[in-house]
């Protein structure tokens, strides 16, 4: 443990722990202690206070470094779409393009799926019991439902298409991650 008297290493210890964020008590107690380790025994090697938090880096840069980590390394028995639920949080608070790529494929898949199964559901439905639901189109009836459910089929796809671009995305992103650390 590091001297508790010096005001710079409990501000900079204190920052790191508010900015892990969301890790668990116990990891979090435990990368602060190894953080504070760490300095300790640089300090009583004899290391320069500046120069040795100068090489960790910033606070909050150290703590985004061990949350990206912690997150990278999950425990296995954690369920994939888990896993893949918190690296998405991660990589959407890293950058602002991540966040933009993240939230408009996570919402827009889904709605695209569902808006696409309503439209193959309404097609068929107007044939069995016509005039419930109002289609317009200019040709005929049957042709104007089927269109509709072939038109459901494209939105399923297209949301298919959405939500597999972001696994692609985020396993892309999460090799990067790990190259990274």
Same mark, same amino acid.
């Given at each position: ?28 107690? $435990? ?9 300790? $025994?640089?300090?009583? $090697?004899? *290391?320069? !206070? ?11 840069? !150290? ?52 808006? @696409? ?13 016509? @005039? ?12 104007? $439902? ?12 297209? @949301?298919?298409?959405?939500? @597999? ?14 190259? *990274?650390?």
């Amino acid at each position: 443990m590091t001297d508790v008297e010096n005001p710079v290493i409990q501000r900079y210890l204190k920052k790191f722990e508010t900015n892990l964020g969301t890790v668990e008590a116990a990891e979090r107690a $435990e990368v602060v202690r190894e953080i504070d380790n760490h300095i300790a $025994e640089a300090l009583h $090697e004899g *290391a320069d !206070l500046r120069t040795l938090l100068q090489q960790l880096g910033p606070a909050d840069r !150290l703590a985004q470094a061990y949350r990206a980590e912690l997150t990278l390394n999950a425990e296995p028995q954690a369920s994939w779409w888990t896993r893949y639920g918190r690296f998405s949080l991660l990589l959407a608070t890293t950058s602002l393009p991540s966040f933009l790529i993240v939230l408009t494929l996570t919402l827009f898949g889904p709605f695209l799926m569902l808006l @696409g199964l309503f439209s193959m559901l309404v097609g068929p439905f107007n044939l069995l019991f016509p @005039g419930i639901v109002e289609l317009s189109a200019p040709w005929p009836s049957p042709l104007a $439902e089927m269109s509709v459910f072939a038109f459901g089929i494209l939105l399923v796809m297209a @949301g298919t298409l959405g939500l @597999g671009s972001l696994l692609l995305y985020l396993r892309m992103m999460r090799r990067l991650f790990r190259r *990274a650390l």
